[in-house]
């Protein structure tokens, strides 16, 4: 009887500081994060998504020239260095 309750209680406390170490370990990827403009929000992206799925853009469309401004245009951050590639295709 008294090495069960040995058992139980070391089952329960490993159970417990694993779920402390869990909860420290994983953040929540849809949590704001506009304390810290560095880091992936999942907010922000959604709204740049949003704006730039908004109508369709096939290349070489005026189209297809907004969101590539749009995109360069958030790009712009002197931490980024960026560069617009420009290649002519062909008809499939």
Request: charged fraction near 20%; avoid cysteine; glycine fraction near 2%.
């Amino acid at each position: 009887m008294r090495k069960q309750w040995k058992i139980i209680l070391f089952t329960s406390i490993l159970m417990l500081i694993t779920i402390a170490v869990s909860s420290t370990q994983f953040s929540n990827p849809y949590e704001s994060s506009h304390v810290n403009d560095e880091k992936f929000s999942v907010e922000r992206a959604m709204q740049h998504l949003e704006i730039i799925a908004k109508v369709p853009h096939p290349v070489g469309s005026e189209a297809n020239k907004k969101v590539k401004d749009y995109i360069v245009k958030y790009l712009m951050i002197p931490h980024l260095k960026h560069q617009a590639q420009v290649t002519m295709v062909m008809e499939l």
